[in-house]
């Protein structure tokens, strides 16, 4: 996809800035958000990089992917609240990424884009009704004067079970997913980039979902605590 691993050099110092505040979605003032991100830097390097690459690890690992926890309130959709359950599904846990950068002094902010999924489970699929997944999300993060995109949607053990290798960050470099997977299968495609914003458009983003994924919509309630991991 044009544009997903561009690194533009930005002088909008408001705009990094403003990556720094907390809002309403991207709880970064909260409470457990501090508590978490410190317990997790405690002994890291104060190199910003350093501490955004641990950061990641441990939203990405910490933390089980859950596409069927589906809940379009804005309670539900706090980074705040992936600490409280465990788990959450790709903008949940990018927003909870870039509340603890936040929360740590790094500026981060949210990004999404249309990916073509070609790895899921049955019942997705039927839910789904396409292989499109709109709006997925990931966090931008800014080091070394450029929007390092980070993803850490899939934790490790849902990794091994897809097959797929599991996503790296190093703060250099974009951290977005594979086009195949261990197998030379396709698995993920970029289709379009949605942009970024410092909080999560949360009425755009159910609006959308309601009109492209009516069925799945319908059933959400009822898939609440069904184990994604172990369909896949």
């Known amino acids: 996809m044009s544009g997903m691993h561009a690194k533009p050099k930005l002088n909008a110092t408001s705009e990094v800035m403003s990556a720094l505040e907390a809002t309403p979605l991207v709880d970064s003032n909260h409470p457990a958000v501090g508590a978490f991100a410190c ?6 390097s104060t190199k910003p990089r350093e501490r955004a690459v641990a950061l990641y690890y441990a939203v990405r690992d910490g933390f089980r ?3 069927y926890d589906l809940d379009f309130s804005a309670p539900a959709m706090k980074a705040s609240r992936v600490l ?12 909870l990424l870039a509340a603890c950068c936040r929360s740590s002094g790094i500026p981060a902010r949210l990004g999404f884009a ?29 080091l070394d004067n450029a929007w390092r995109k980070a993803t850490p949607a899939f934790n490790i053990e849902l990794c091994q079970r897809f ?70």
Request: aromatic share 12%; proline share 4%; net charge negative.
């Open 39 to 44: 317990s997790t830097l405690a002994g890291i």
């Open 65 to 67: 992917y859950d596409p």
């Open 84 to 95: 409280e359950v465990g788990s959450g599904w790709c903008i949940p846990k990018a927003a």
């Open 114 to 142: 249309d990916v073509r999924n070609h790895l899921s489970t049955e019942r997705m699929q039927q839910l789904m009704g396409t292989d499109l997944f709109i709006w997925h999300g990931y966090t931008e993060i800014w």
């Open 163 to 232: 097959g797929l290798a599991p996503l790296e960050f190093d703060g250099a470099s974009d951290s977005i997913y594979h086009a195949y997977d261990r197998a030379g299968n396709r698995h993920m495609e970029y289709v379009t980039e949605r942009g970024s914003f410092n909080d999560i458009p949360l009425e755009r983003i159910a609006s959308d979902f309601l009109a492209t994924y009516p069925t799945w919509m319908a059933q959400k309630s009822a898939l609440a605590g069904t184990d994604f991991s172990e369909e896949v």
